[in-house]
């Protein structure tokens, strides 16, 4: 069997952040979980499920896994030849810490659909944990392995892969042996081997909409609050910081209301002049004033059996807060200009980013508006609270852009997926949503968008460290892990801080080429894109006494 590429692209994928609790690998949080502890789950799940059900669940899980896995395996190494991708699998199982894996025997024509391999499993963790508990078994014991094996290689090749643990440490065998084959050529397939889940798909695209699902406990929190006032026509009032999409969950409160089928109104009362702003909530009767050639309907009226969005409820003078309290409590008001009564029924919902209580304390919010809105206050965590949704919303927005802006982009690399989850956005889903609309339109076409596409200026003055694993599988701070990133503007900035002269910049990048080869003057010419002559007289030059 040939030589298999490094762990190198793997490990660099992984990130460990101690201080906020969190281990990601990509965009998919992770954690991890000892062998005591997964030796009394699998012993519960046999003791309550039975041993046949406990199989099917860890082998399914394991299917899962591996088929996720694969989709990712053809991103990471899309260029190598199939031994060289195919063994993301194996590499990356070895990497969760459940055994490593060799590639004994690997024969695939995926246009004739043949498949056939032989893989070595050795030091199985499943298989340990049955000796140590049970002895020595019957049968293989290596559920969820043979699971991921089966999830890995069936969606990689795009057609059913069973792998059968023919030979099994669990059973007094000295190594675990995998046999692959197509699904259609073993006989007598087990129940277990029946209930293949569906093949996983890389494609998929994202609806063009504001709204994106979430999977954090704070997104969940939110969610559940706006589900419980669902059937009611209760106020109300969305907290949290700019930016972090108080509109967006006001539009998923007033798709999951009984009003879902009117309309939607959203102002944003920090956006219009104090003399306009009554004009755009209760409108305008016609000879209100010069120019007033018609009646023109505030947004109060537009929003007649539906519901109004008022964001930065707060900037409302006093007067206007009075008759958005009237207008509520009341369902009814005046056009500016008109002495007639227009009658509504709305629903409303407000927003702010300041601590209204605070406001009210000071004289600047009405009391009676206030507790008329906060009939269910619901606090909208920012982004650096909600970490899982990243990935998500990263997905969403450059799908969303990269059709706006028609624009083939590929996703985003690892180290790019690593500083945005790391990033601690003081702007919010706001300010993420502009840096992957940015990296969409700096990025390759039909590339991946970088570091360099998302972070310009201060931007990377946000991000915080993590740790990383290196090559030789130490834990190392991601910055250290990821020098390479830094651009060449930054890289001057740091030698000008430093009071570096270009002399000493260039002996540096030279004798680095130089070591970097094994002292290989001809190579370290190459890479920096010099002839060999050119770089033996800079080496000359800099070893020359003054």
């Not at 979980?33 to 059900?53: D, H, I, P, W």
């Not at 991000?463 to 990383?468: C, D, E, F």
Request: with cysteine; proline share 3%; glycine share 8%.
């Amino acid at each position: 069997m040939k030589h298999l590429p490094t762990y190198a692209d793997l490990t660099s994928r992984l990130r460990f952040s101690p201080e906020q609790g969190r281990i990601w690998r990509d965009s998919e949080r992770c954690v991890l979980l000892s062998n005591s502890a997964l030796t009394m789950l699998r012993n519960a799940m046999v003791v309550q499920l039975g041993l046949a059900s406990a199989r099917q669940l860890f082998w399914e899980l394991g299917f899962a896994e591996g088929a996720r896995c694969a989709v990712e395996a053809k991103n990471l190494r899309p260029n190598r030849d199939f031994l060289e991708a195919f063994s993301v699998g194996p590499q990356a199982h070895a990497l969760t810490g459940f055994g490593w894996t060799e590639i004994e025997t690997l024969d695939s024509d995926l246009a004739s659909g043949h498949f056939e391999g032989r893989f070595l499993v050795h030091d199985s963790i499943e298989a340990g944990i049955h000796l140590a508990t049970e002895g020595i078994s019957a049968d293989p014991v290596c559920w969820l392995q043979t699971g991921f094996a089966s999830g890995f290689a069936s969606t990689f090749a795009g057609q059913s892969i069973i792998m059968r643990e023919i030979e099994c440490q669990g059973m007094g065998d000295p190594v675990c042996v995998l046999h692959a084959k197509p699904e259609s050529e073993w006989s007598g397939l087990e129940d277990t081997e029946r209930a293949v889940v569906p093949l996983v798909s890389a494609g998929g695209q994202c609806p063009e909409t504001d709204f994106v699902a979430g999977v954090s406990a704070g997104f969940h929190a939110v969610r559940n609050l706006i589900e419980r006032a669902a059937g009611t026509d209760a106020s109300l009032l969305f907290l949290g910081e700019t930016g972090v999409g108080k509109e967006v969950f006001a539009k998923m409160a007033h798709q999951l209301s009984l009003r879902r089928d009117a309309p939607f109104v959203a102002l944003n009362c920090a956006a219009i002049p104090e003399g306009l702003i009554e004009a755009e909530l209760f409108g305008v009767a016609k000879g209100a004033f010069t120019g007033a050639v018609a009646n023109r309907l505030g947004r109060f009226e537009l929003a007649n059996g539906g519901t109004l969005f008022l964001d930065e409820i707060s900037m409302l003078s006093p007067l206007a807060q009075s008759k958005v309290l009237r207008a509520v409590q009341e369902g009814e008001f005046e056009r500016v200009g008109d002495t007639k009564t227009i009658h509504v029924n709305v629903r409303l919902i407000a927003a702010s980013n300041i601590d209204l209580e605070a406001a009210m304390a000071a004289g600047a919010f009405r009391p009676d508006l206030y507790f008329r809105l906060s009939t269910l206050p619901i606090r909208v965590p920012p982004l650096r609270e909600r970490r899982e949704d990243i990935p998500r919303l990263m997905e969403h927005f450059r799908a969303k852009y990269a059709r706006r802006h028609r624009r083939a982009v590929q996703g985003f690399t690892a180290r790019s997926i690593n500083a945005l989850l790391m990033h601690d956005y003081p702007g919010n889903v706001r300010e993420l949503e502009r840096m992957v609309e940015r990296a969409v339109l700096l990025a390759d076409e039909a590339g991946a968008i970088d570091l360099g596409h998302i972070f310009i200026g201060s931007d990377r003055l946000h991000v915080k460290s993590g740790l990383a694993l290196n090559e030789k599988g130490h834990l190392v701070g991601a910055d250290a892990q990821q020098e390479e990133t830094l651009s060449i503007e930054q890289l001057a900035g740091l030698m000008r801080q430093k009071g570096e002269t270009l002399a000493s910049i260039e002996r540096v990048i030279v004798q680095a080429a130089v070591e970097a080869t094994g002292g290989n003057v001809a190579q370290a010419a190459r890479d920096l894109g010099l002839t060999r002559r050119q770089l033996a007289f800079k080496l000359e030059k800099m070893h020359r006494p003054d």
